[in-house]
């Protein structure tokens, strides 16, 4: 696993110290504010390594626990250990009356949703900005 020593946030790049972060994997985490977090997915083994080390920092304690936005884009199929991360990451944050909302999802991975239920449990939101938006207006 490789180890990344910054965090990407728009426009900067800061130590991970300066977000109260700690280290980061190998995975697109991007802080894009105190209260918002967003992961970019992608497919396996990737997807299990980076759901839970960010499983890892929500029940650190160390970090004030932030909204989460998952960006799917990359990923192209889920399996059960993949829904199984979403809905453990889906119920830390409801404990800590956060928000995660997961957008950039393809059609099979929507027909997976659909089969499930999980299109029930989950808030879906088209892309990225419209995702941020939301949150950002408390929707």
């Given at each position: 696993?490789t180890?990344?020593?910054c965090?990407n946030?728009?426009?900067?790049t800061?130590p991970?110290?300066?977000?109260?972060?700690?280290?980061l994997?190998n995975?697109?985490?991007?802080?894009?504010?105190e209260d918002?977090?967003?992961?970019?997915?992608q497919?396996?083994p990737?997807?299990?390594e980076?759901t839970?080390?960010?499983l890892?920092k929500?029940?650190?304690?160390a970090v004030?626990?932030?909204?989460?936005?998952?960006d799917l884009?990359q990923?192209t199929s889920?399996n059960?250990s993949?829904?199984?991360a979403?809905i453990e990451?889906?119920?830390?944050?409801?404990?800590?009356?956060?928000r995660?909302?997961i957008?950039?999802i393809n059609d099979?991975?929507?027909?997976?949703?659909?089969?499930t239920?999980?299109?029930?449990v989950?808030t879906f939101?088209e892309?990225t900005?419209?995702?941020l938006?939301?949150?950002m207006v408390?929707?």
């Open positions: 696993m180890m990344q020593t965090v946030v728009p426009s900067k800061y991970p110290s300066t977000l109260g972060l700690g280290i994997w995975m697109t985490l991007n802080q894009w504010s918002v977090l967003i992961l970019e997915l497919d396996e990737d997807f299990s980076d839970d080390s960010l890892r929500l029940n650190s304690g004030l626990s932030p909204d989460v936005i998952i884009q990923v889920l059960s993949n829904l199984g979403l990451c889906k119920r830390v944050l409801d404990t800590k009356d956060r995660m909302i957008c950039n099979v991975i929507w027909s997976t949703m659909l089969a239920g999980l299109d029930q989950f939101i892309d900005t419209t995702a938006t939301s949150l408390g929707e």
